[in-house]
């Protein structure tokens, strides 16, 4: 099978290129094409000799798993963007690109479909099938810097509110970032990423000691227990007071705001009561809603 170079730094492609026979230096000419250009075939490497593009056609693909994208949605106002991507082994996710004044935002999946069984929300009917690869939560924001380049535009900010828990697949959640914050792919500042949870403890307590400013983002949408375990039964494992703790203890160390998510049920978390306890656990926190 051939390998997917996608997601790869220079030093990882150097090592499988050598054991081609191929020059070191391929692997620089091959990343910038990918990552800068975003370029969509080997074909379209004009400095790489055809010998050395056979060779690559032969051994590598560039896009994960050769990725499709099924069905592509516009706005009425065509501010939005909305892709569903498939993979080979039949799982699909969908993807969100948003035209903001201040530039373009991209929000991904993190996993195809979910396990949290929030009742609000679509992507947790059919349960979680899997995690993503980094490689296939970069790719989503690829194929939209693909249809950007023509614009001379660009990604500007990522948020993971797609399908999925992020922090229920940390690892590859957090090498997405990572990947696109280096300034020869997409040069993203953390400060202008934003992972969104519905509570994993872990998951914020990993953030934090990761100590990269990124943006951290809390479904709360309740702030009674006996409601939140109905809606959110998370909240039977990692209760929102505490959440709200781990949540506070990375907005101390990391000096960034945390933003708390609350959709508006109605007659279910829209009284007057819900409204004064939201306010009165949010007290003096450094966090928006």
Not at 168 to 191: C, G, K, Q, W
Not at 200 to 213: A, F, Q, W
Not at 233 to 246: C, G, K, S
Request: proline share 3%; aromatic share 8%.
């Amino acid at each position: 099978m051939k390998k997917d170079l996608f997601g790869l730094d220079p030093e990882e492609l150097e090592r499988l290129f050598l054991t081609l026979g191929l020059k070191k230096f391929r692997a620089r000419q091959v990343f910038e094409w990918l990552h800068e250009k975003y370029v969509a075939s080997f074909g379209e490497m004009r400095n790489i000799s055809s010998a050395d593009r056979e060779i690559l056609e032969e051994n590598f693909t560039l896009l994960p798993c050769d990725v499709k994208v099924e069905r592509e949605e516009y706005s009425h106002d065509t501010l939005t963007t909305k892709l569903l991507i498939k993979f080979p082994d039949g799982n699909a996710v969908e993807t969100v690109l948003m035209k903001h004044d201040y530039g373009y935002s991209a929000c991904v999946s993190s996993q195809a479909g979910c396990a949290m069984d929030c009742a609000f929300c679509a992507s947790t009917l059919d349960g979680c099938a899997r995690s993503l690869t980094a490689a296939e939560i970069l790719v989503q924001v690829h194929l939209f810097g693909m249809a950007l380049k023509e614009k001379w535009q660009a990604v500007s900010r990522i948020v993971v509110m797609g399908s999925g828990e992020p922090m229920m697949n940390y690892a590859n959640v957090m090498a997405a970032p990572t990947f696109l914050h280096r300034e020869d792919v997409a040069n993203i500042s953390y400060r202008s990423m934003t992972i969104s949870t519905c509570g994993i403890i872990p998951g914020i307590e990993d953030l934090t000691e990761e100590g990269k400013p990124i943006n951290l983002a809390v479904s709360l949408h309740a702030a009674r227990s006996d409601l939140r375990n109905e809606i959110m039964p998370v909240n039977r494992i990692y209760p929102f007071i505490d959440v709200i703790a781990a949540a506070k203890r990375y907005a101390e160390l990391s000096g960034l705001q945390v933003t708390y998510e609350y959709i508006i049920i109605r007659d279910v978390n829209d009284g007057i009561l819900d409204a004064e306890l939201v306010s009165h656990v949010l007290k003096f926190k450094h966090a928006s809603v």
